[in-house]
């Protein structure tokens, strides 16, 4: 009897492409850099080298100065390497002319792929999204990306000119192929709609249940802090956006319940149509009465994180609500560098743990409780909340 052995599809192979504009910190390009290979391997992609140029801006036309460009494109065809990735937002016009430049003019679906910042993180999300709702979101900013950059799938219809007056073949399938994706958005609008609306009937019913909103950069343990809290069973895995569907379970401290919800990762350089195809998932934070803000303090660019973090919950207007900062990973410090410096922000609270060797948890519980009996308080303003000490539960 003849035997049959399945080999696995090698891993695609991938170069990373910078660009360090003259004002911008080496260290900090390198973290970028660092973090654009972490998002490369989250799809298994195989990184064989990195390019980077320092430049005071990109190329408008090829991002890449013109030596640069050569030694990518000479590297690129040596190795046959599949994608290209830049760690910036392309223009459509870029593309096309990079593409030309390592593909030329052949035609082939073996070509080598461009892709930039943005079009990687929303494969990621496709890769990631389980929900109807988180499909639905993360669809809609595919075609939303695509919808500008068709023209370059019809450069090999450019040689069958039509006559004055006349429209082309080419762009008469241009122009089908438009109206075929702005009708998909607008389907996918109409779909998203009506998942808002059950999404927000859902939400109305929680609202005597103070409701906390877990947030953070991506890949600094909200899952973990999630299955710790909650006692319950939520994917976390150490890779970028390990989930992108919101998670809620609801959380007793001493008698005192509260709804958790877990929340998509933020990231350096988000792309604007995931945070407007993803509204109704952020609107969980949004209209959350306390946050928990997680950062990974063992990461050097905890501060940056932190920041990015900060400015998407401004961007959708959930900057000022109370908040615990919490510094996970602390058992990956020296002890001498354990030290949590108090936040200087008037509705922030800090305090540093590990989620996964449980230190520093009763207080987190303890904090955690408090808050929420203080906003307990506001909503049932006659109802009497003890005082109660985490830290002689176990004793």
């Known amino acids: 009897m003849t035997k049959y052995h399945l080999t696995a599809k090698p891993a695609e192979t991938a170069v990373l492409v910078a660009v360090i504009q003259d004002r911008q ?20 992609l195989n990184v064989k080298q990195t390019f ?21 494109t000479e590297f690129v065809k040596e190795q046959e390497i599949d994608i290209v990735i830049f760690d910036d937002d392309l223009s459509p016009s870029q593309v096309r002319n990079l593409e030309r430049a390592i593909n030329g003019t052949v035609i082939d679906e073996a070509k080598t792929k461009i892709l930039d910042r943005s079009l990687l993180i929303l494969d990621i999300f496709s890769h990631r999204a389980r929900t109807v709702q988180a499909k639905t979101q993360v669809e809609l900013a595919q075609y939303q990306y695509l919808l500008p950059r068709l ?56 609202t005597q249940t103070v409701r906390v909103a877990l947030v953070g950069y991506t890949n600094v343990g909200k899952s973990t802090l999630m299955q710790l809290l909650s006692k319950s069973e939520v994917f976390a895995e150490n890779k970028l956006f390990a989930t992108v569907d919101s998670t809620v379970r609801k959380v007793v401290l001493h008698q005192l319940p509260f709804l ?26 949004t209209e959350a009465d306390l946050l928990i803000h997680v950062a990974d303090i063992a990461s050097p660019d905890c501060e940056e994180q932190v920041e990015v973090v900060n400015q998407t919950l401004a961007e959708i207007g959930a900057a000022n609500k109370p908040t615990l900062l919490v510094f996970n990973k602390l058992d990956l410090l020296p002890a001498h560098e354990r030290h949590i410096k108090a936040s200087t922000r008037e509705h922030e609270k800090t305090l540093g743990i590990s989620a996964q060797k449980n230190l520093h948890l009763d207080e987190l519980r303890q904090m955690l409780y408090e808050m929420v009996a203080e906003r307990y308080q506001g909503l049932y303003p006659n109802q009497l909340i003890p005082d109660f000490d985490f830290s002689d539960e176990a004793l």
Do not use: C, N, Y
């Open 25 to 44: 910190d080496p260290i900090t390009a390198q973290a970028h850099l660092d973090e654009l290979a972490f998002l490369a391997q989250t799809l298994a």
């Open 52 to 72: 980077v140029q320092r430049l005071e801006k990109p190329d408008s036309k090829t991002f890449l100065g013109k030596g640069k460009l050569m030694e990518l």
């Open 151 to 206: 023209t370059r799938m019809w450069t090999h219809l450019s040689k069958q000119k039509g006559g004055i007056g006349m429209r082309g073949p080419g762009e008469k399938e241009l122009e089908t192929d438009r109206r075929i994706v702005k009708d998909k958005i607008a389907l996918l609008r109409q779909k998203l709609d009506k998942i808002d609306q059950q999404s927000t009937t859902r939400r109305k019913a929680r």
């Open 260 to 285: 958790l919800t877990d929340t998509v990762g933020f990231i350096r350089k988000l792309p604007t149509l995931l945070i407007e195809s993803f509204k109704s998932t952020l609107d969980e934070i």
